[in-house]
């Protein structure tokens, strides 16, 4: 059977259901997943779109549905505007302080008021829960956003995420309940991680959700031409001088949407655009665009670059081969005077020497790092942090171009973790992002490359890797100008109103857009100063031109919330909190402090809420095997209460556990076999295992940080599910496999949780069973092991896994 996506009439129509798909189930006939629909309806006017969303959910349970859905939203884009429609009463949503929102929903719910709220997890991560849905009822919500499109070179981007991929999460659980629904534990690194982790439907599921794209282009002057979508099929067409874009039906939600036209038939130059409040006439926000200049002097400068290139297990199949080819490009394009480095990292860190050092871009040094570079392969966990670290410490010398480069596609859940840490120890490097990948996570690379002055670029497949080169190989280069500096006739700019923050730079073919707030006093131009390439003074005089859409304010709004948010982060406190709050009410923008809800207090159901998260699809272009790290497919299934993860299935063959990953504990226990029997159990192993266990030895020379008691106690739990998995590997038998999962479950109650301990039930088993080993433990590995431990966690894991292969041929 399959999941029918019914129409209207089939679904009024509908029998009320008497029973329910037990849990697992893949497929019923009547579906048991609350959300039916996404439609999108998008008009582009010039460079801004506005987009209505639309979440179309049906209840078809004999109880009232609590539906909660985690889903991607562009980081770039405003939220303003919020409403819900249940059976046919259309309730308008308010935006508010985002704790009271919360309890006026849960006020609501427990009142049995249908009700809605959605809120901010990320700039690109939202929750919505939808609840008091009725028995055979649909509820429907519509989220109204405006968002700029990406300019460069002449080809306008508009992309709208679709999926939230499963992103990796380290450090170590957090006591107490989860914050969220999702199936990822709340870390220490990510404390809301179970919110931005949605259940991943199982390889095979029936398309669950029916998706609907229709968008208008209005070049407002500028003449549109190509218009392409990369990864869905679309057919176009032309009202007038419109041009009409429609998905084609049974595409999916398992991938960006991207629409890319050229602009042609107008002259552009820096322009300048005011928009006064409309209830004043004394202030105003303005966005001002300055393009490259032509006579800019072309003159190199030597740079000194990092390529940080991610391997971790998300990067399987074509994204580490488009990883691989971008780096070796850019290394390509560097000149003599030139110096880099190349760090590969997943759980470690590695590079094609022993230490990480720069290094003069000589032929023979270019050729063999992009060698070394073809033979790298995904495997591990994404840890970002220390491999930025590393990359940063290696850019001190302030008399050249500093770049870091980051090839990655950023699904990780510790962003902000990363961004301070990337502030605690840049000194003025550039962080440039290329994000790899159809589901990318572009909040967090975007956030950070802007807050290093730098870019990002995005690409979807290989062949627009080939395509967007230049553009990337333009970013390394020297900005254009820097030390950009405004100034104003006939206004004065409001004191921090300015976005992207100071200093300011414009690269190659990449126009700068800058917005701020102004007081009024006159007629209003802008007067730019800058330094070129060579130093050299670059002025211009910018006029000014006058609209009331209020899409530009909110457009400015969300970026200096999203400035305001990430000083937070990055400074450790939360000063701007009250002013974050006052921003986003004043504007009706949504942010992480705030929550639009909507309440509808005509009627009341009865009965007992049935809750369920939503589960999304495998994002498109993962391998099966990409769901390390921690990250789990999900089976379908409502549950009452809180969504658990008694459905998860393991990770898949190919994809390491993160060694920080505090899901993978309870994620082998013997409970699990049986929910799990549908899905034979699959075998996942650490990257660290995976070089140890297919080479002749393990460096001990990668730099580790110190690790805290309970985290060694931790990590060896760890090693030893990933010790299960080597074993489940080979030709074993059931019972040896039941031995050491009781030895497991020991580790893991905490009384087995020495070293000693589990070198000594390994020994005991591997005897048991006829296995080649010692008498007993070698008690100077054990002593090594113990002093090493709290200094570098390589070197300990290094010695444990050398007596273990020693053990067990």
Known sequence: ???????????????????????????????????????????????????????????????????????????????????????????????????????????????????????????????????????????????????????????????????????????????????????????????????????????????????????????????????????????????????LIRINPGERVNRDFILRFQTSGAELGSSLTVIPDSDSDKEATFIMTLMPPMSAVDMRRPRDVVFVLDRSGSMQGW????????????????????????????????????????????????????EWISKVEARGGTEIAPSMETALKLLSDRSRERHVVLVTDGQVGNEDQILKHVKKHNHGARVFTVGI????????????????????????????????????????????????????????????????????????????????????????????????????????????????????????????????EDRDVVEGHSSNRNKIIELSLKHKVLCRHTAFVAVDHSSSVEGKLLQVTQPVEQPDGWDSDGFGGGMALMSAAPQQGAYTQSGVMPPLPGSPLPRHSPASPAMYSKERKAESAAAPRKKSLLGTLTSFFSSDGFSEETEASEISEDAEVNELKILWQTLLNLLDLGSLDETLRSELEDVLEEIEAGTANTLEDLMAHLNAIAQQHGIKTDTEPAAESLEELEALAPVSLDVAFSAVLREIRRRLP
């Open 319 to 370: 994204k580490m081969v488009a990883a691989r080819r971008a780096v070796g490009r850019m290394i390509d394009s560097l000149d003599a005077i030139d110096r880099f480095e190349v760090l590969a990292f997943d759980t470690v860190i590695e590079t094609f020497e022993d230490t990480p050092t720069l290094k003069e871009a000589t032929n023979r040094a270019r050729y063999r790092n992009v």
């Open 1 to 243: 059977m399959s999941i029918a996506i019914l129409d209207d009439n089939q679904l009024n129509s509908a029998e009320p259901i008497l029973s329910e798909a037990g849990f697992g189930a893949m497929e019923t006939s009547r579906g048991n997943l609350p959300l039916a629909a996404l439609d999108l309806d998008v008009e582009i006017v010039g460079l801004i779109a506005r987009v209505k969303l639309k979440q179309r959910y049906y209840n078809t349970h004999t109880q009232p549905l609590e539906a909660t859905y985690i889903f991607p939203l562009p980081d770039r884009g405003a939220v303003r505007g919020f409403k819900m429609t249940v059976n046919g009463r259309v309730i308008t949503g308010e935006i508010k302080e985002r704790g009271q929102a919360r309890r006026e929903y849960d006020e609501a719910i427990s009142a049995g008021k249908s009700a809605s709220i959605v809120e901010e997890e990320r700039p690109d991560t939202f929750t919505m829960r939808v609840g008091n849905i009725p028995p055979t009822a649909f509820a429907e919500v519509e989220l109204e956003l405006v968002m700029p499109l990406v300019w460069r070179a002449g080809e306008a981007t508009f992309r709208f995420p679709l999926v939230v991929a499963p992103r990796y999460v380290p450090g170590m659980p957090l006591p107490g309940g989860q914050v969220g629904t999702g199936i990822s534990p709340d870390t220490d690194a990510a404390p809301d991680a179970s919110r931005i982790s949605p259940p991943v439907l199982l390889p095979g599921f029936p398309n669950p959700v029916s998706l609907s794209i229709d968008c208008s282009i209005d070049g407002a002057g500028l003449e549109v031409q190509n218009i392409a979508s990369s990864l869905h099929a679309i057919t176009s067409g032309k009202s007038g001088s419109k041009h």
């Open 437 to 564: 990948d159809r589901a990318v996570n572009a909040g967090f690379l975007n956030r950070l490359a802007q807050e290093t002055g730098a870019l990002s670029e995005l690409v979807e497949s290989e062949d627009r890797l080939d395509e967007v080169m230049d553009s990337i190989h333009a970013m390394i280069e020297a900005p254009l100008l820097r030390q950009i500096k405004l100034g104003f006739d006939g206004a004065t700019l409001i004191p921090d109103s300015l976005t992207p923050r100071e200093p300011l730079t414009l690269f190659a073919g990449s126009p700068l857009q800058v917005m701020g707030r102004l007081s009024l006093n006159g007629e209003v131009r802008a007067r730019v100063r800058a330094a070129g390439r060579s130093g050299e003074l670059i002025e211009e005089v910018v006029a000014s031109s006058s609209t009331s859409d209020t899409a530009f304010s909110a457009v400015w709004a969300r970026a200096q919330l999203r400035k305001l």
